[in-house]
């Protein structure tokens, strides 16, 4: 593959990033939400304004670290926006690495391909709230319709794929204890909404922290 131009971050290590696995975290620009709790801002709305990352020096310390590294966490932004995804996934899958992808479930077609083609092996989708709150979540005007069409079509192919779906809700101050008791209706049956702490962004490396 050519140089990514939305590939702005890598981190070469992680124990957080894929639960129970040892990995690497590629950071890609750009997303379909303007989230205003987003710790991730800088990287999805201003991801343009940073330097890409070549792709070369990346794949190289990839294979340098086989020995130790068991996948590869693919995060933003939204990677599902990201053209060649499909290309991305079956090089890191013919590196020998698993692969995870992070989403926010808006693109359930990208996903459902690549689970088709086994290029995937964790999809971690982030249930924001309840669907009538989803505009104030994410800070683009949404339907509670197309929520619901996209998140219907994420929860068949979790209980296709039971075993390669992560959900997982943050626990953002908009949010009430009720707000979260309702996302958790939304699931299939037998899935777990695993919940994150929010942390305010101020401060952070906005950068290098997962999503």
């Not at 690497?24 to 940073?50: D, I, M």
Request: neutral net charge; aromatic residues 10%.
């Amino acid at each position: 593959m050519s140089d990514l131009a939305e590939l702005k971050g890598f981190l070469p290590f992680s124990l957080i990033d894929w639960p129970g696995k040892i990995s690497a975290v590629l950071f890609f620009s750009g997303c379909n939400f303007a989230c205003p709790t987003c710790h991730n801002w800088q990287l999805a709305q201003e991801g343009h304004l940073l330097p890409a990352l070549a792709w070369e020096e990346v794949v190289s310390k990839l294979k340098k670290d086989q020995k130790w590294l068991e996948g590869v966490v693919l995060t933003g932004g939204e990677v599902t926006l990201l053209p060649y995804l499909e290309e991305l996934c079956r090089e890191l899958k013919n590196l020998g690495y698993l692969v995870k992808v992070d989403s926010n479930g808006f693109k359930p077609q990208v996903l459902e391909k690549l689970l088709a083609l086994d290029l995937v092996d964790l999809l971690a989708i982030d249930v924001k709230g309840p669907f009538e709150k989803y505009s104030a979540l994410t800070g683009k005007k949404v339907s509670v319709e197309e929520v619901e069409a996209n998140f219907t079509s994420i929860f068949a192919l979790a209980q296709k794929y039971s075993h390669k779906f992560y959900f997982r809700l943050t626990k953002v101050p908009l949010l009430t204890e009720k707000d979260i008791e309702l996302t958790r209706e939304y699931l299939p049956p037998n899935f777990t909404l695993h919940l994150q702490e929010y942390i305010n962004p101020k401060g952070r490396n906005k950068l290098c922290q997962s999503r």
